[in-house]
């Protein structure tokens, strides 16, 4: 009866052993749910033109895979990095830091960095310049979409030709009905809210507008963004395919779950590739 027990509390072990040997950060999925490794990843990011990597941006997993995936990607194709986090008329200072014209002091001082920029997005900027790669500040400068929240896009009308020259050319087309929208739209609940998808529509468009600005045939242009921009194949994503269908994109959206071993449903079809994180991960912020 002794030995019965001791097989049994072994076994006990031996099990438990192996679930806890199991645990993951961070699982991909399809879109329609089913698991993905992180070499069916590369695979398609290789074949496509643009990948569109929707982030978390207090997430520290997030940007450890927007790291390692630009690190083996650079081995076969030829990058552009661009990224929300930086606003266009901020290039001239990114550029100069990516061309060693100034120091990361310098950087800092210059252009109006994220307060997680040093953890998060230092080693994008980082790699591209020790790389040679282009890095793309595809944003629009926060004050011009506060002025869309405030008195919609027709305030832009009024900025000079130079100021223009950092958002996407005018009028932005734009399409109420689209479910990422509507959905803003019910969150602000009426009165001034109407504008408020619209100040994310003048990001979404302002962001497309300088990843084909910045894109050349053959490139594999990768662009980092909150995920929200291209959720469920819209924002920046819509407005890409409005000026170049031809083009093969590939899309990766963020969430978090407590349980990383099925996709939850309201999570399907968000992307290409859905990044499912543990919700017990630390943030960076």
């Not at 072994?10 to 645990?23: P, V």
């Not at 997993?61 to 995936?69: F, P, R, Y």
């Not at 997680?116 to 282009?134: E, I, R």
Request: net charge negative.
């Amino acid at each position: 009866m002794k030995l019965k027990i001791l097989i049994i509390s072994m076994i006990l072990q031996l099990g438990w052993s192996a679930t806890a040997q199991k645990k993951q950060a961070y699982q991909l999925y399809t879109a329609q749910g089913k698991k993905a490794s992180y070499g069916k990843l590369i695979k398609a990011a290789l074949k496509s033109d643009m990948v569109l990597f929707g982030e978390l941006h207090n997430n520290p997993i997030a940007h450890w895979l927007q790291l390692e995936l630009i690190k083996d990607l650079h081995e076969k194709r030829n990058l552009v990095l661009g990224a929300e986090m930086f606003e266009a008329d901020n290039q001239e200072a990114l550029t100069s830091y990516l061309e060693d014209r100034i120091d990361a002091k310098g950087l800092d001082s210059m252009a109006r960095l994220w307060n997680n920029y040093k953890t998060d997005y230092a080693p994008l900027v980082d790699f591209a310049k020790n790389n040679d790669l282009q890095f793309i500040a595809t944003n629009i400068p926060r004050r011009y979409a506060s002025m869309v929240f405030r008195d919609d896009f027709e305030s832009l009308d009024q900025l000079p030709n130079n100021e223009k020259s950092w958002i996407a050319p005018l009028p932005i087309e734009y399409d109420p009905e689209l479910p990422g929208y509507k959905n803003m739209l019910t969150m602000m609940g009426g009165g001034r809210g109407e504008t408020f998808p619209k100040a994310q529509a003048i990001k979404d468009a302002t962001m497309a507008h300088f990843i084909l600005e910045n894109f050349q045939d053959g490139q594999l242009f990768v662009h980092f963004h909150g995920t929200y921009h291209t959720d469920n194949f819209e924002g920046i994503l819509w407005y890409l395919q409005r000026n170049r269908a031809d083009l093969k994109y590939v899309t990766i959206s963020t969430v978090e779950q407590e349980d990383i071993s099925k996709l939850s449903g309201d999570h399907l079809n968000k992307a290409d590739f859905i990044l499912v994180i543990d919700a017990d991960m630390t943030k960076t912020y």
